[in-house]
């Protein structure tokens, strides 16, 4: 049945994830410049003289590598059926969650200066957030596991 809490609990990861894409990683305050990095490419802001310029560095696979690992986590709540597949993909997608926010971490060193200085936004977090989604979405297979095999021992 599709109405199983393993599949809201995937549809939140999947919403997680979704939301990296418009929420910033960190943003960075420098002088007359600030950047901010988002999974689809870095932003720098400069102002001088009351005229802004705005130069963008596009990480176009970082965007990639998201929007895949959302839709793998959307995909998985259509295999209810099979609950082993459904675990094991699952944490092969929590495997590459924890991917993704490591290449994060690595493309925001890529601000100008680093990250010495800067303020971490809401899209930091939310990697971490997905995978407590998707650890919450297995303990919910392991209890229908549970719930099955009950009734079946009293068929």
């Known amino acids: 049945m599709i109405q199983r809490i393993q599949s809201i609990w995937l549809f939140l990861a999947t919403l997680t994830l979704a939301l990296m894409l418009v929420l910033p990683i960190a943003t960075k305050q420098a002088g007359g410049s600030e950047s901010t990095i988002f999974t689809y490419g870095i932003y720098h802001k400069i102002t001088t003289n009351d005229v802004s310029q705005l130069a963008v560095t596009p990480l176009i696979p970082?965007?990639?590598?998201?929007?895949a690992v959302a839709v793998m986590c959307f995909v998985n709540i259509f295999n209810f059926k099979r609950r082993s597949l459904q675990k094991k993909i699952i944490v092969f997608t929590i495997a590459a969650i924890a991917g993704f926010a490591f290449w994060c971490?690595?493309?925001a060193q890529k601000m100008p200066?680093?990250?010495?200085?800067?303020?971490?936004?809401?899209?930091a977090y939310?990697?971490?957030l997905a995978i407590l989604f998707c650890v919450l979405?297995?303990?919910g297979i392991n209890k229908d596991e549970r719930l099955i095999r009950s009734a079946e021992r009293l068929r």
């Open 137 to 139: 979405a297995i303990f």
């Open 62 to 67: 970082l965007a990639v590598t998201n929007i």
């Open 105 to 107: 971490s690595i493309n």
């Open 113 to 123: 200066g680093g990250l010495d200085g800067a303020s971490f936004g809401v899209g």
């Open 126 to 128: 939310l990697p971490a």
